[in-house]
C-alpha cells in the first residue's frame, strides 16, 4: 500500500501502533477497546494488518497486568536485537549516539513537540507519535528512512514468535515499504555477559581470558613497597 495514499490519513493509526509498543501497563490494556475503534473507523490499514493487531490485542487483553509487563521488559528491555530505541540499531553504544540523540530533539523541538522527563527521542513509540503530526512529506521521509531498522525489529520479533510482529508489519505497510526478513543475530545472554570469574568475583567476565587460557599478570608497587624500596635503596641495601 503506498505511503501517499495513506500517512496523511494515519495519524490516529500511527500513534495506535505507538500505544501498542509502550509499556503495557493498566491504562494500555484498558484503552485496547478505544484503539480498536480508532484502527478500524481510520481504515489506514488492510484488513490482513488489522487482523493482526487484533490478534496482539486479544492476546494483551487476555493476559494480567503483571503477566503483560513481564513479557513486554523479557522482550524488549533484555537484548539488542529487539530493542526499540532505534538509535541503537544504528550506533549501538558509541559516540555517535549522544550528537543523533540530540539532533533528533530538536528536531522535535523545532516542531514544537517536546520529550517528558525520562523520555528518550529515539524511543520507537515517541517517533511514531511525532511523526503522526507531521505533513505528508516530513512523515514520508522519517519513515522511509527508518525502514530498514523496521525490518530488522520485525524479523527479531518474528524470530521469537511474539504477536508484537504485527505492529512493525503494519508500521511497514503504512510506510509503503514491503516486510524484508534479515539475519537475526544472536543477542549475548546477559547471565554470560555479567558473569563472574572463577577465582575473582565481583567484576564482569569481559576482557579477560577463559579459564583454560594464560592470562598475563603485571605487578605493580603499592605505596607502601615503593616507599620501603627507597628506604632500602638509601641505606645500600636490596628490597
Sequence with gaps: MALSSNISGASRSLRV??????????????????????????????????????????????????????????????GHATSLHLFEHVHGDSRDRGPAMIDLTKTYEAAGLFLAPGELPDYLPVVLEFVSTQPLVEARAFLSEMAHIFNAIFSALQSRETAYVNVLSALLELSGEKVQPVKVVADEALDTSWEEPEVFDGCSVKGQGKPDQAQPIHFVKNDAVKSRAGVAATAGVSP
Design 17 to 78: 501502533l505507538a500505544r501498542l509498543l509502550s509499556y503495557p501497563d493498566a491504562q494500555l490494556l484498558a484503552d485496547l477497546p478505544d484503539m480498536r475503534e480508532a484502527l478500524q473507523s481510520e481504515g489506514a490499514l488492510s484488513m490482513p494488518r488489522l487482523v493482526e493487531l487484533e490478534q496482539l490485542m486479544h492476546t494483551l487483553a487476555s493476559r494480567s497486568t503483571l503477566d503483560a509487563e513481564a513479557h513486554y521488559v523479557e522482550l524488549f528491555d533484555r
